[in-house]
């Protein structure tokens, strides 16, 4: 049984975790227009991981006998003004996800929920994860800056992230 101050904060992160899905879309939508069909597609493989993100929160409040209550999804930003600033909101976006994943494990603490601790120690894990892999290519865009050559051999790179190129326990939410 999930305590209230649980569920009704589980079930914000699940909200934050859809629309963390809609800001990589609506990036992969502003790759495609810059002609960047590699970042474009890297951004669909993230917006892929952010529901089955969403979705490992709702398993988890069903099966804890709790209630999922969907709320509105606010509407990403359309236009970033380069593709680095683009990927610079990405990672920010990260950095901001970590800090909530945080308050939820303080928050368990608080409330003595060893079992949503336990659920959460993997978003924990994850969260490390995500911002490497951002705070790593936006590094290299750094470090291209202007230059439209190294622009197109880093779209090269990011386009061979396909699903099976995603970390394994990405599928853990579909069991
Ligand atoms: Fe769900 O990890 Fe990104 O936001």
Do not use: C
Not at 87 to 102: G, L, Q
Request: net charge negative.
């Amino acid at each position: 049984m999930l305590k209230e101050p649980i569920e009704e904060a589980l079930n914000g992160q699940i909200n934050a975790e859809l629309y963390s899905e809609y800001l990589y879309l609506s990036m992969a939508a502003y790759y495609e227009e810059e002609g960047l069909p590699g970042f474009a597609s890297w951004m669909r493989a993230q917006a892929d991981e952010e529901h089955a993100h969403a979705m490992r929160i709702y398993d988890f409040i069903i099966d804890r006998d709790g209630r999922v209550t969907l709320s509105g999804i606010d509407s990403p930003p359309t236009e970033w003004s380069s593709p680095a600033d683009a990927f610079n909101a990405a990672y920010e976006h990260e950095v901001e996800i970590t800090e909530m994943i945080d308050e939820l494990v303080a928050l368990a603490r608080e409330e003595n929920d060893n079992a949503t601790e336990n659920m959460l120690q993997w978003f924990v894990a994850e969260q490390v994860e995500e911002e490497a892999t951002a705070q790593d290519i936006l590094d290299k865009l750094n470090h291209v800056g202007g230059d439209g050559t190294g622009l197109l051999m880093i779209d090269k790179e990011l386009g061979q992230r396909g699903d099976a190129g995603l970390d394994a326990s990405e599928t853990k939410a579909e069991e």
